[in-house]
């Protein structure tokens, strides 16, 4: 999927949805607390290991994204460690995620929903 991007300031680019969603998952794995992302089509169980995190290369999988109108809408599926404020740590992902790529590619973005898989 292609999404039309005439909005930015300098000239009419075309962003595709991977590079959203592989920046996405870049911001969000680089929050303090957050382990990695977990596919979000898998329904995982109570074991999940490191080797179920995904790697850079994989975070399209771990993250999923729908446009609503205008706006766009992410729903992220996290590992955090053991003993943060998980409501920071969600609160922080949401904020990045939401900042960085409205600047980035200027698109608006109606919410970043984030998922919490797994505590490490």
């Given amino acids: 999927m292609i999404i039309d991007n ?3 300031a300098d000239k009419s680019t075309l962003v595709s ?4 969603l592989i920046n996405a998952g870049v911001i ?8 990695g992302l977990l596919d979000s089509k898998i329904n995982y169980s109570d074991d999940i ?8 290369e994989e975070f399209s999988s771990g993250i999923k994204v729908k446009k609503v109108k205008d706006r766009y809408e992410f729903f992220i599926s996290v590992v ?6 998980i409501s920071e740590v969600l609160y922080e992902i ?4 939401k900042h960085n790529l409205t600047k980035r ?10 998922v919490v898989s797994a505590v490490k």
């Fill in 6 to 8: 005439k909005s930015r």
């Fill in 105 to 114: 590619f200027n698109i608006k973005i109606k919410a970043v929903n984030v």
């Fill in 80 to 85: 955090l460690s053991r003993n943060v404020k």
């Fill in 49 to 56: 290991s490191l080797d179920d995190i995904l790697k850079k």
């Fill in 28 to 35: 969000a794995s680089s929050v303090y607390g957050v382990v």
């Fill in 17 to 20: 949805t991977e590079e959203l």
């Fill in 94 to 97: 949401s904020k990045q995620v």
